[in-house]
């Protein structure tokens, strides 16, 4: 029935029928909470290197992180129904790529750069990072290529160049111009293709797997992408535990996160749930145009499954979540523990975007937006209503929090700003 509507590109709010208990869950993959501890400390240990390279990062010692802030003016502009405290997390404003994808892309090329440091003697594990930042000579021997739709390509693009790679990109038809201006500014070379992102990552694993020197990140499977995501959501607890925030079976926290391929969503849901258990309930957001998580998760075909499949066209505003075939590594991690879906129309991006620009005075790119529907529909629709009494939530409600994960914007430039907030749809 889903599949109906979202063939008919309708919004929908999809639970998910397989969701179980944390303990019950199997994940399909052999990733447990060592990892991601094990990614935790590998980016501590890059933290000096990272503090040279981009001297922004100094205030925060090297760590790549972003506030999570209230935002309960925008929740009441939202809805009135809406319950509880609303937080926005702002990985709109990483350091190095203003996006999401400054976690699990930096830590990808950081993992790569550790592994071929350690085998050629570069450093061992108890060296000082900044080291690496004088070994320019070594990694240009060394590619680092990618496929992207943009984001990805600037946070993979922009660290593999400080580090001294022969950095490529290979971009999608609906990546923007001024993505591609700010990674050739860094010495990237982008190559750029007429298809979807799909296409983008067929031609760049094509192009370095003849190549021997030359490292493929696979945002479609890769588990370090993954991991470097997961690790968000221990600093997140931190960050709620200072601002005296419980979560418990009495005060539920509700994560949404926007979701392109899977990998930054799924990773975040690891990392939560490996927390909180069955305290947590995380919902993706996705394009009626492009929902191919919930297709592929609905149909139980993962990656097997395209959007163009059942008749849609995968192009959207949202160009970070324009992905027309999830992740099959990340759908099966989700299969158990995601608790849904929601989709949005485009017009609603720019609304989205205008309405917290003027109750927060916040700027976020119109993909993340996307997020903000998922919890309008929780507590606006009847599949809202019945997750929330399944799981018996309805009177713990004004005990809950709420996180919508802001994945991007720091890095639009001024004049694409004013062009998307003077963007009307409907
Ligand atoms: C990439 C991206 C996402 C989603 O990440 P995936 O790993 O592709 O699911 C969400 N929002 C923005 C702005 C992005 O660039």
């Known amino acids: 029935m889903v599949i109906e509507k979202l063939k008919k590109a309708e919004e929908v709010l999809w639970l998910n029928p ?62 009135e129904n809406i319950k509880g405290n609303m937080l926005l997390k702002m990985d709109a404003n990483l350091p190095i790529a203003g996006s999401v994808k400054a976690r699990g892309g930096i830590y990808e090329v950081l993992k790569h750069t550790e592994d ?9 594990l108890e060296s000082d990072y900044s080291v690496l930042y004088d070994k320019k000579d070594f990694f240009k021997n060394y590619s680092v290529q990618v496929g992207s739709t943009g984001n990805l390509g600037m946070s993979i693009g922009i660290m593999s160049a400080a580090i001294g790679y022969n950095a490529i990109v290979h971009m999608s038809a609906d990546a923007k111009q001024w993505k591609k201006d700010l990674l050739r500014s860094h010495g990237v070379t982008v190559f750029e293709y007429e298809g979807d992102y799909s296409a983008a990552v067929k031609e760049g694993r094509k192009k370095s797997d003849a190549d021997p020197m030359s490292y493929f990140v696979d945002d ?46 799924g990773g975040v849901t690891f990392g939560m749930k490996e927390i909180f258990g069955d305290n947590v309930h995380v919902f993706f957001a996705e394009p009626t145009e492009a929902p191919c998580m919930v297709l592929g998760m ?33 759908g099966k991690v989700m299969e158990e523990i995601l608790s849904g879906i929601a989709t949005c129309e485009d017009y609603r991006l720019y609304d989205y975007m205008r309405m917290l620009l003027n109750s927060e005075n916040t700027f976020i790119e119109p993909s993340s937006c996307a997020a903000f529907h998922t ?21 713990k409600l004004e005990n809950s929090t709420h996180i919508v994960w802001s994945t991007g914007g720091k890095l639009v430039p001024d004049e694409i700003r004013k062009a998307y907030i003077n963007t009307y749809l409907k």
């Open 298 to 330: 609905a149909t139980g075909k993962h990656s097997e499954i395209s959007v163009q499949d059942i008749g849609l066209s995968g192009k959207t505003d949202a160009d970070g979540l324009a992905v027309g075939r999830a992740s099959g590594f990340v």
């Open 116 to 124: 071929l440091a350690l085998e050629n003697g570069l450093i061992t």
């Open 375 to 395: 919890p309008y529909l929780l507590f606006n629709s009847g599949e809202g209503k019945k997750y929330l009494e399944k799981h018996n939530l309805t009177d």
């Open 220 to 265: 479609e499977n890769s588990q370090n992408l993954f991991l470097g995501y997961s690790v968000a959501a221990g600093r997140t607890k931190k960050q709620l535990d200072e601002m005296e925030i419980n979560v418990d079976s009495e005060h539920p926290l509700f994560v949404y996160v926007p979701c392109g391929v899977g990998g930054a969503p």
């Open 18 to 79: 397989k969701l179980t208990t944390y303990k019950n869950a199997d994940l399909h993959c052999n990733l447990t909470e060592l990892d991601i501890k094990d990614a935790e400390e590998r980016l501590r240990r890059f933290a000096p290197f990272i503090m040279k390279a981009f001297p922004e990062t100094l205030k925060s010692g090297g760590i790549i992180e972003s506030e999570l802030k209230e935002i309960n003016g925008m929740k009441n502009s939202l809805s």
